[in-house]
């Protein structure tokens, strides 16, 4: 394990002030990030604050120091596209400190209003972050509890063998099923993630208060699933007698169809719409009578009203974020934040008065406790505490 070393004060001060002239070298950038992700680093940084960097103030050349510049370039390594100065000094001092040992990388905070002042509220209490929990429950109702479960052989379903590997579970298949299929379904709970292998090969990764539906062995003609939640796919492309087989996953009334591709779908019944994003290959949206066909990097968003829209301006990055180990908000509102966070920390949220306005950008581990989660929301004016189960969220 390597030893974190506390700087002398002239190395921590000159290392910021290379900082707010722009003038860090890489070498000396990543000295700086080593250094403030030692909480022990904390009382050296705010005394080189308080006495050095009282007020905004100008470089040795003239030029004003944009301070949402320097917390921007410490936290996220490049300047947002769009500067929004917010935070004075202080904050952004206390906003690095807690972000880098938080793992954040937090961008800006928009909002349509004048930035509120801020009011501390220590939290009653806290949650751990998903972990690989789900129940299997087998074509006969009887149900298996994968996160208690030791690894190796389940049971078998028919001529299809069940396995078990940590937050995995497998179906293997010699030949596809023939006669009347037998289904099965895997569902986690809220604060529960669970990745799955069908027995065509096909990998299925299930996020927090998801399902999937499915036979155990797929017919020779076609594959067909039902999801509810949030699922990624990678489809294995498969043929038989020469003829490629197609894979069709559900959520409510709109279909998917695929032959091999890797592909999200977004179908909580709390969001407005359901998004499937393709990354590889091609799809084809169902609601009804309209279709549309994604190509990779396009999105489509099925409404209330059963109308499909494409998009283009996809951000992969928030798409993949939660198979990828991260919350990624793109210019979301609190109550999106929100209701992600109560599926991953299997947490209710409550509003005292109306939800606060704004706008965020934002990057931070999955692996996060909700408290760090909501300490960097209150730096950007989120008042709120935790009590047992329950998030309240207090309007100003």
């Known amino acids: 394990m390597t030893e974190k070393v506390i700087p002398a004060y002239d190395r921590l001060q000159y290392l910021l002030q290379q900082y707010t002239r722009k003038r860090c070298t890489p070498e000396e950038m990543q000295e700086l990030f080593r250094y403030l992700e030692n909480p022990a680093v904390r009382e050296l940084f705010n005394n080189i604050v308080d006495k050095d960097f009282e007020a905004p103030g100008v470089a040795e050349d003239g030029e004003e120091i944009d301070w949402e510049f320097m917390y921007n370039k410490i936290v996220l390594g490049e300047a947002p596209a769009k500067r929004i100065r917010i935070f004075n000094l202080l904050k952004i001092a206390a906003a690095v400190l807690i972000l880098v040992s938080a793992g954040w990388a937090w961008s800006h905070f928009a909002a349509r209003r004048a930035a509120p002042v801020l009011v501390h509220v220590q939290p009653q209490?806290?949650?751990?972050?998903?972990?690989?929990?789900?129940?299997?429950?087998?074509?006969?109702?009887?149900?298996?509890?994968?996160?208690?479960?030791?690894?190796?052989?389940?049971?078998r379903q028919g001529t299809v063998n069940l396995s078990k590997a940590p937050g995995h579970l497998s179906y293997a298949a010699a030949t596809n099923g023939s006669g009347n299929p037998i289904y099965n379904k895997?569902?986690?709970?809220?604060?529960?993630?669970?990745?799955?292998?069908?027995?065509?090969?096909?990998?299925?990764?299930?996020?927090?208060?998801?399902?999937?539906?499915?036979?155990?062995?797929?017919?020779?003609?076609?594959?067909?699933?039902?999801?509810?939640?949030?699922?990624?796919?990678?489809?294995?492309?498969?043929?038989?007698k020469g003829n490629p087989v197609p894979f069709f996953c559900k959520a409510g009334n709109m279909e998917v169809a695929v032959l091999g591709t890797h592909f999200n779908i977004n179908a909580y019944n709390n969001e407005t719409d359901i998004k499937t994003t393709l990354l590889?290959?091609?799809?084809?949206?169902?609601?009804?009578?309209?279709?549309?066909?994604?190509?990779?990097?396009?999105?489509?968003?099925?409404?209330?009203?059963?109308?499909?829209?494409?998009?283009?301006?996809?951000?992969?990055?928030?798409?993949?974020?939660?198979?990828?180990?991260?919350?990624?908000?793109?210019?979301?509102?609190?109550?999106?934040?929100?209701?992600?966070?109560?599926?991953?920390?299997?947490?209710?949220?409550?509003?005292?008065?109306?939800?606060?306005?704004?706008?965020?950008?934002?990057?931070?581990?999955?692996?996060?406790?909700?408290?760090?989660?909501?300490?960097?929301?209150?730096?950007?004016?989120?008042?709120?505490?935790?009590?047992g189960n329950k998030i309240i969220i207090k309007s100003r």
């Open 280 to 387: 590889e290959g091609a799809v084809k949206i169902k609601q009804g009578a309209n279709t549309k066909l994604l190509q990779p990097g396009q999105q489509s968003l099925v409404g209330k009203d059963g109308q499909i829209a494409l998009s283009d301006h996809v951000n992969m990055d928030e798409v993949m974020g939660w198979k990828n180990g991260y919350f990624v908000f793109e210019e979301a509102n609190i109550g999106q934040i929100m209701r992600e966070v109560e599926r991953w920390y299997n947490l209710d949220v409550e509003y005292d008065g109306p939800l606060p306005d704004g706008r965020y950008n934002g990057r931070i581990s999955r692996a996060t406790k909700v408290s760090q989660v909501m300490k960097v929301l209150e730096l950007s004016g989120i008042n709120f505490r935790i009590t």
């Open 125 to 155: 209490g806290d949650a751990l972050p998903a972990a690989n929990k789900a129940v299997l429950i087998l074509a006969d109702g009887n149900t298996v509890n994968l996160d208690s479960a030791g690894s190796g052989a389940i049971t």
């Open 186 to 240: 895997v569902a986690t709970p809220r604060g529960g993630i669970f990745k799955l292998t069908l027995s065509d090969g096909t990998n299925v990764w299930l996020n927090s208060a998801s399902s999937i539906r499915f036979p155990v062995a797929f017919s020779d003609k076609e594959r067909t699933v039902e999801v509810t939640g949030e699922v990624y796919f990678e489809v294995a492309k498969q043929v038989v």
